[in-house]
């Protein structure tokens, strides 16, 4: 029971952490922006009303109020709902040019994509990159790698004469080759052969990278760590099928929730077996198997350059795979299940801040892109929805009426008082009422 209030406890400050950061880095953008555009900020605040506490500088009031799940600039001359009375004085938001506006508007995801960015160059210039001491390769059906003769298991030892010793630094070579072809010496069962690659071109000469099956953390509590399991064991076979890569390890205990399997792996050359459970785990409408084991990885030094490169493409891919499940979201090709809500972000911030610095600076990246992104969805109240009105504004020379604004207001409080509602009930589904049903 103490063990269950202490992460709980954990969970909860972790929580008010990451939303504490994030929503302190968006409002900070739009109270940047509005003050170098003279637009006058009359409170800035974090959490909603009622305020706790607050202080006086200048023409603004600096808050922390009680209703943790936000906050707000508040400029002068502009409501979110209903309308703002207005002077006509030149440090009025309404008194500034759609362009201004619409920079107030936009610099709140904009900061909370710099901020992902500044976090992944940190982290990426701080720890280097993660990858695996492992150079094994799978190439993809009818790919360049498959026609130009190599297997499913080949190590590849040197590219283009320069040896290569861990995943990193293979697909480094490959993409530096790629335009022009090159020699490689490949390792199959003990011996050394020869290969030339054909220049791949921008489609890639199609080799996966496997990634061994050594494990690199147990998780305290959780299957794996009752088994005995511990980092730097390799996992052979899972429920009769050998296994060579962690994905296909995966994939074999995810097919196996609350079943009872066989378990082999190797320890310093002595092979061992064991029976195990994976423990339950739901994702979206279905359930999979897992044992709480991570896998090995070793860190590879780069300079700030290319941190710098990493952090931006870190940025786009985070932000296109949000932008592709939120379209496949609307076409129906993924369920609603799959979206969480405040307590799976809880939960997610109380895991990574006990994994260390590292895993939480990640998700709080990850998390501010997806913040940027979800504001910027034209639904009225968030920023996208602003945007929109003023893109409607500079189209047609004037601004929509209050009336009209009022009503898309209140269909976008709709909206969001829905998704709401939604995530929170996934939430108890999956982190609550499911472990009841399992009880009965």
């Not at 280097?128 to 003769?149: C, I, K, M, Y």
């Not at 009769?240 to 378990?263: C, D, F, H, K, N």
């Not at 504001?375 to 109240?381: G, K, Q, R, S, T």
């Amino acid at each position: 029971m103490f063990d269950t209030l202490t992460t709980i406890a954990s969970s909860i400050a972790s929580f008010l952490l990451v939303l504490g950061v994030l929503v302190f880095v968006h409002e900070l953008g739009h109270f940047l922006v509005a003050k170098w555009a003279g637009i006058r900020v009359e409170r800035f605040s974090l959490g909603f009303p009622p305020k706790m506490i607050g202080v006086t500088r200048g023409e603004t009031e600096y808050c922390i109020s009680w209703v943790p799940l936000g906050g707000y600039v508040k400029v002068a001359g502009m409501a979110d709902v209903g309308s703002e009375k207005t002077t006509g004085a030149h440090w009025e938001y309404s008194s500034r040019s759609v362009g201004v506006r619409m920079a107030v508007i936009a610099a709140g995801p904009a900061m909370n994509f710099l901020f992902a960015f500044a976090a992944l160059i940190f982290l990426f210039s701080f720890y280097g990159l993660d990858t695996f001491d492992s150079t094994r390769v799978n190439p993809q059906e009818n790919s360049l790698a498959a026609e130009a003769g190599l297997v499913r298991g080949d190590r590849i030892r040197t590219v283009g004469g320069t040896p290569v010793g861990n995943a990193y630094e293979l697909a480094s070579a490959l993409d530096e080759i790629a335009s022009r072809g090159t020699a490689l010496q490949i390792e199959r069962d003990g011996i050394l052969l020869d290969f030339n690659l054909p220049p791949a071109g921008s489609e890639g000469y199609g080799v996966q990278l496997m990634r061994p099956t050594t494990v690199g953390q147990v998780v305290p509590g959780m299957p794996a760590d009752s088994l005995g399991l511990q980092a730097g064991d390799i996992i052979l076979s899972v429920g009769q099928a050998p296994v060579v890569s962690w994905a296909e390890m995966s994939e074999e205990i995810r097919r196996y929730p609350g079943e009872t399997i066989q378990l082999v792996w190797e320890r310093e050359g002595q092979r061992m077996e064991q029976l195990i459970t994976p423990a339950t785990r739901a994702e979206g409408d279905a359930l999979v198997g897992h044992i709480g084991i991570s896998p090995q990885a070793s860190r590879h030094t780069i300079g700030l350059g290319r941190a710098v490169v990493l952090g931006g493409l870190g940025v786009y891919n985070s932000s296109w795979l949000i932008l592709d499940f939120l379209g496949e979201l609307f076409q129906g090709d993924r369920s609603t299940d799959e979206l969480g809500g405040p307590l799976r972000i809880a939960q997610l911030a109380g895991q990574t801040a006990e994994q260390g610095l590292h895993a939480f600076v990640s998700f709080l990246a990850m998390l501010s892109v997806n913040l940027a992104i979800i504001n910027l969805l034209p639904i009225p109240v968030f920023d996208g929805g602003h945007l929109t009105f003023l893109t409607l504004e500079a189209v047609m020379r004037r601004p929509l009426s209050l009336r009209q604004r009022e009503i898309f207001q209140q269909i976008g409080l709709a909206i969001i008082l829905l998704i709401m509602v939604l995530v929170t009930f996934n939430d108890l589904n999956q982190m609550v009422f499911r472990h009841i049903a399992e009880m009965f």
